[in-house]
């Protein structure tokens, strides 16, 4: 069970302190009845539970849809570029390759 904790104190049990605007967290109804009197703690906190939606869910598979999609497409885009750079038709150092005359160093 949870209390809001409206004073700050110190739990004589755990040692803990609690501050002000904080929660006070115990499974011993005595211990939380005998704070609310010293006004240490407030009236439990009760936990509602959200109301299940499947339109996230939704949501979220057509937006994972659509990524997958572009990754694909962009993934084809990529291996063909690859496939463009690695079919250059030979050695790639022989386009590079000029002839070169020995010449001797100028002398100064």
Do not use: C, W
């Not at 849809?65 to 250059?88: F, N, P, R």
């Amino acid at each position: 069970m949870n209390y809001p904790v409206v004073k700050t104190f110190r739990d004589r049990t755990s040692l803990k302190r609690y501050v002000e605007g904080g929660t006070y967290e115990t499974n011993d109804q005595n211990r939380a009845e005998h704070l609310q009197k010293e006004g240490f703690i407030g009236s439990e906190i009760k936990e509602t539970k959200p109301k299940k939606s499947t339109k996230g869910k939704e949501k979220f598979s057509s937006d994972l849809e659509k990524v997958g999609e572009a990754t694909s497409e962009s993934g084809k885009k990529i291996s063909e570029a690859m496939k463009k750079l690695s079919d250059t038709g030979g050695d790639a150092n022989e386009s590079s390759k000029t002839e070169s005359k020995d010449t001797p160093a100028k002398e100064e």
